[in-house]
């Protein structure tokens, strides 16, 4: 079974600039999370999809921030205009049941 | 809110040896405790679960207690070898209305382990 495919897996950019991260989770995983993972941290739960619609963006910083999952499968996630202390690793996982199972991570530095 | 507080790192260990990392929780309800790792290189991975009061997880000679009365989630392993090292997070998933899991989890800061030959 394939696992959770997260492209690019690296990405540098300027500050106030725009990126881009895809995610393809498990097929038939109806939930889809987004984490952040700063450098000596947990993970932090951004954003929770049921198929496509959204359940949980509390943690999401809005004004930066969008994610969609518009056809309840693979989803992207944006930054717009990003800022120094959003360099971090964006971590996708789905789940069908309890358990979430992670993509191996997209690691954004922002200069 | 919920969160999770682990032992600070890092953890050095020579191989053979016992290893201990403490978790502790604070949650409403009855949250579901998890310990994931994290090898160099690798995306995080699922070591083992508890769901309720009591309940030990095991796996790869690891295992850990749900204990509520002390809100913790130690994780242990009788004998470290030098491929257990790796960065290793506690977690909880918070339970919804009506006890259904909405899957959301919360995750300690992450103890580095080094295990030496």
């Known amino acids: 079974e394939a696992g959770v495919a997260q492209s690019p897996r690296y990405k540098i950019i300027e500050k106030r600039q725009s990126v881009a991260f895809w995610c393809n989770p498990i097929?038939?995983?109806?939930?889809l999370y987004w984490y952040q993972q700063i450098l000596g941290q947990g993970p932090k739960l951004l954003i929770q999809?049921?198929?496509?619609?959204?359940?949980?963006d509390s943690q999401l910083p809005k004004d930066r921030f969008s994610a969609e999952r518009l056809k309840g499968v693979d989803s992207t996630l944006k930054i717009q205009p990003a800022k120094l202390e959003d360099s971090a690793v964006y971590l996708c996982?789905?789940?069908?049941?309890?358990?979430?199972?992670f993509g191996p991570g997209t690691r954004l530095t922002v200069l | 809110g919920n969160s999770v507080t682990q032992m600070e790192g890092p953890v050095t260990l020579s191989e053979e040896a016992f290893l201990t990392i403490n978790c502790t929780y604070t949650?409403?309800?009855?949250?579901?405790l998890f310990w994931y790792v994290q090898y160099p290189g690798e995306g995080l991975q699922l070591l083992l679960k508890?769901?309720?009061?009591?309940d030990k997880g095991s796996n790869k000679g690891f295992e850990a207690t749900y204990r509520k009365e002390t809100t913790s989630f130690h994780l242990e392993k009788g004998s470290v070898q030098v491929s257990d090292s790796a960065v290793y997070f506690c977690?909880?998933?918070?339970?919804?209305?009506?006890?259904?899991?909405?899957?959301?989890?919360?995750f300690g800061q992450g103890t580095i382990l080094t295990v030496h030959p």
């Open positions: 996982a789905s789940s069908l049941g309890t358990e979430q199972f």
């Open positions: 097929s038939g995983h109806a939930t």
């Open positions: 999809f049921q198929n496509n619609g959204v359940v949980d």
């Open positions: 949650a409403t309800g009855y949250p579901s």
């Open positions: 508890a769901t309720k009061a009591d």
């Open positions: 977690a909880l998933s918070d339970q919804g209305a009506g006890g259904t899991s909405y899957g959301k989890l919360t």
